[in-house]
């Protein structure tokens, strides 16, 4: 089962495209909203245009439909972003649903799953980012990943302990080298001595 096209889809030369809303389209270039913004291209790279009703569309007929204060009815539009966002052919549905719950969280600011649906956690009773989370609780970012405090010592601990002992090996390996050309050095003069007592 193939998915239904989500929008209207401009094929460029090369392969690219551009899927979302057609809003202009002149001579020299079409502009298309693909949700989380628009993109202008120049017709002379259009292969094809192919057009259909787009989830984007549909979200903001919706939309114009909802009162500021209809909780409920946002709520249900962001639920059904969500489900766009979620598929294969999302066309920057996710902006959506994080807009339709914008709006019940501007009415109720503790709303589970507006605060959810915005990708924030609950912390000490309070709504917030993960790195508020994080930070909140004390933990530090290093090399990309969330730790306390006391595992980034261990984790810089045990890279100065092995630096330490990588410089300490190769400091042997020089003495080594060191010694061992002093040794040839010694053998060939040992032998050109002999060479000039005979």
């Known amino acids: ?8 889809e401009v094929h460029l030369k090369g392969g690219g495209r ?16 693909i949700g989380a ?17 787009s989830p984007l569309q549909e979200y903001r007929k919706r939309a114009a439909a909802l009162t500021d204060q209809d909780v409920e009815g946002w ?12 598929g294969r052919w999302a066309c920057g549905a996710g902006t959506q649903s994080r807009e339709a719950y914008t709006h019940v969280t501007a009415l109720i600011p503790e709303d589970p799953e507006a605060n959810r649906g915005l990708g924030l956690v609950q912390q000490d009773g309070r709504w917030m980012t993960e790195e508020e989370s ?10 990309g990943e969330w730790m306390t405090p006391g595992e980034k010592q261990a984790l810089l601990a045990e890279r100065q302990a092995s630096e330490a ?18 040794e040839q050095e010694a053998q060939e003069a040992a032998e050109q001595d002999d060479f000039w007592d005979d």
């Open 165 to 182: 002992a990588d410089r300490q090996a190769l400091a042997a390996q020089m003495q080594a080298d060191q010694a061992a050309a002093q």
């Open 75 to 86: 709520r249900e539009l962001a639920r059904w972003a969500a489900n766009f966002a979620a």
């Open 1 to 8: 089962m193939s998915a239904p096209l989500c929008a209207d």
């Open 37 to 53: 913004g628009r993109m202008t291209v120049k017709m002379s790279t259009v292969v094809r245009i192919d057009k259909s009703a």
């Open 18 to 33: 551009l899927t979302g809303e057609i809003v202009e389209q002149t001579a020299e270039n079409i502009t298309v909203d």
């Open 134 to 143: 994080y930070l909140a609780r004390g933990f530090v970012k290093f090399q």
